[in-house]
């Protein structure tokens, strides 16, 4: 079991890496779903959740700023807990949406971390400074 948690694992961390190395499509359901499958024993369920899940998040992307939802973590997740319990691609599906929305805010919380983090709080800081000035005045 863990060592199945760990490939998955491994799964998704390749997929994040595919607009490093170029757009692959590593991050579709389509792609994701099979090998979900391969690494838990039944492909033939993994190629089905796939196709289903690619079907349902086929006009999820991200244009510009927006974030949509993590469609690999969902496919991962989903597919892994359908496949793991016996269940079909519905129940994946069911599975997939819910994990997929409040990991792509995370993520998008994620990058506020570093400098961006830092600038913030100095501005908050320096805003609070100047407002117990303003006070004492």
Wanted: charged fraction near 15%; aromatic fraction near 4%; charge should be positive.
């Amino acid at each position: 079991m863990l060592l199945n948690a760990l490939l998955l694992s491994l799964i998704y961390l390749v997929s994040r890496t595919d607009m490093i190395n170029g757009y692959m499509m590593l991050t579709k359901p389509i792609v994701l779903g099979p090998l979900v499958g391969l690494v838990l024993g039944d492909l033939q369920a993994g190629i089905l959740i796939g196709a289903t899940l690619e079907l349902a998040f086929i006009g999820v992307m991200n244009i510009g700023i927006s974030v949509s939802m993590d469609v690999s973590i969902a496919t991962i997740v989903g597919g892994g807990l359908a496949i793991l319990s016996g269940q079909d691609a519905a129940f994946a599906l069911t599975i997939a949406i819910p994990t997929g929305i409040p990991v792509s805010y995370t993520h998008l919380r994620a990058h506020e971390t570093g400098r961006n983090l830092v600038c913030r709080l100095l501005l908050e800081k320096k805003k609070k400074k100047n407002s117990k000035k303003k006070k004492k005045k």
